[in-house]
């Protein structure tokens, strides 16, 4: 359905909410993700998470290095159909110019299946230990977009923190590239033999393997943390890349007061492949998500706080279509 097809329609049938479906194209580039994503067939513990955190120990360092491995369920059911944005253009005469947004909802749940950090804190939990809820919306934005965005992302996280993120869409052919990404914290030493990075420097030389024991494992290096998300599937025929961004004009981050105090959240950098798998109808789900935490003064010469990125990645197959049951609900 084109644009003039779909202002009509909700002119016509006002905004309303259903089912999600696969390949509604009503949905634009988000059309592949209804349905529920997670670590299993093959793809069981392909999300690793790496944190520092505040943390007060007998030594020198005010801090610790958390990394884990996981497994997750990523859940989108709902499609709320146009929704208005009002608006007028101003002229002789006036016209109105209402945006109307496609939004695809979504719920987050993780589950530990490994951890360690560094320095020990008997802090860090067991296997199956719930570490992560969130629900959310992707937005696509079907007209008068601004710029280059075309959808936004919707964060709501238990801790504390909300977050709006701006971004736009890519479709390639053929697997993705996987961009590195640097987990020294900015603002720091960027030397790994200097002792204040001397928990970065451990999982370096002692890469996290959480349970898998495969000897050519190389395991998850929170120096590097991207690296483990370079062993594609074969096969991938096309990648639909969506990047999300709290940076970006008009985006950002909310966190109450506590949060703020101790290690502030103030950005979040996201990036989904979407990738297809060539004579099939198989869909894998990847993902590099970068949080900020900003705590303790900067070490570099320079003010301000100490940058610590939290870094996040997985790769999931999709295994069901959208829940019905969550969708047994009146329309708007």
């Not at 003039?4 to 909410?17: M, P």
């Not at 059911?77 to 110019?97: A, F, H, M, Q, Y």
């Not at 008997?122 to 934005?141: Q, R, T």
């Not at 990738?275 to 003010?303: H, K, N, T, W």
């Amino acid at each position: 359905m084109n644009k003039v097809d779909f202002i009509h329609q909700y002119r016509s049938n006002a905004r309303h909410v259903e089912l999600a479906q696969e390949g509604d194209e009503d949905l634009g580039a988000l059309k592949l993700l209804p349905g529920t994503w997670k670590n299993e067939d093959g793809f069981e513990g392909r999300g690793w998470n790496m944190i520092a955190l505040p943390f007060a120990s007998e030594g020198p360092l005010d801090y610790r290095v958390l990394v884990n491995q996981y497994n997750e369920e990523l859940k989108f059911t709902l499609v709320d159909k146009g929704v208005p944005n009002r608006g007028i253009e101003r002229g002789s005469p006036s016209v109105n110019t209402d945006q109307l947004i496609v939004t695809l909802d979504y719920e987050q749940m993780i589950k530990q299946i490994a951890a360690d950090d560094r320095p020990e804190s008997d802090l860090e939990g067991g296997p199956d230990l719930a570490i992560h809820h969130e629900p959310g919306l992707f937005l696509n934005m079907t007209n008068l977009t601004t710029g280059d965005i075309e959808v936004a992302r919707l964060a709501t996280v238990p801790h504390g923190n909300v977050a709006l993120a701006l971004g736009n869409v890519r479709v390639i052919d053929g697997p993705p590239t996987i961009p590195a990404v640097n987990g020294l914290p900015v603002g720091a030493p960027q030397d790994l033999d200097h002792p204040y990075l001397s928990p970065y420097k451990f999982f370096a030389d002692n890469p996290f393997k959480g349970v898998i024991e495969d000897a050519g494992f190389p395991g998850f290096d929170p120096v590097a943390p991207n690296g483990l998300l370079n062993f594609l599937p074969p096969n991938v025929a096309r990648t639909t890349i969506l990047d999300f961004d709290t940076t970006r004009e008009k985006a950002g981050i909310h966190n109450i007061p506590f949060i703020e105090r101790q290690a502030d959240a103030t950005a979040m950098r996201s990036t989904f492949w979407i990738m297809e798998i060539a004579d099939s109808d198989e869909l894998i789900l990847a993902y590099s998500q970068i949080v900020m935490l900003d705590f303790f003064g900067r070490r570099d010469g320079f003010p301000g706080l100490i940058r610590w990125p939290h870094v996040s990645i997985n790769m999931m197959k999709k295994v069901a279509a959208p829940d019905r049951t969550k969708a047994e609900m009146p329309a708007v």
